[in-house]
């Protein structure tokens, strides 16, 4: 763990393979398991569970749980206090030994604060949940989601700006153009 910066009050358990450049910040807890790229920032009280895939360049901020079964790949954004789960029928009488339900986030997604990811879900490269939103299915790429359950209410761009759908459909932000055929947004090569 050459290049990694852990805060005395962190906890990593012996096994934990984090990448050079990661920072994990108080009172962070990262099981044995987990595998962590780099250049990652954990904030302030996150835990990451044995069975926990995060990649390169991964931001998770203050207060949110990544539970076992959880990927994430690179690029992706985890707002303050947002949740993962991973059993849909919990039972404090009937645990599950280590059966959990995978949830893969893709590539460049962001995930709003206080928002809850109800497992079993993939969420597609590049889209963005709106904070508070509880996600009950799979979310394609770029799309634009809010509310409970969930509803897609536009696209995203790859920097995040809200596509307005107009031919072409350039981000007003970064000047990207996409194409959107089938209800599958993509990028066009430049």
Known sequence: MSDVFVHPSAVVDDGADIGPGTKVWHFVHVSGGAKIGKNCVLGQNVYVGNKVVI????????????????????????????????????????????????TIVRKGATIGANATIICGVELGEHCFIGAGTVITKDVPAHALVVGNPARQIGWSCLCGKRLVERRPITCEGCGRTYSLHYNTMAVEPE
């Open 55 to 102: 990649g390169n360049n991964v931001k998770i901020q203050n207060n949110v749980s990544v539970y076992d079964n959880v990927t994430l790949e690179d690029d992706v954004f985890c707002g303050p206090s947002m949740v993962f789960t991973n059993d849909l029928t919990p039972r404090a009488a009937f645990p599950k030994n280590g059966e959990f339900i995978d």
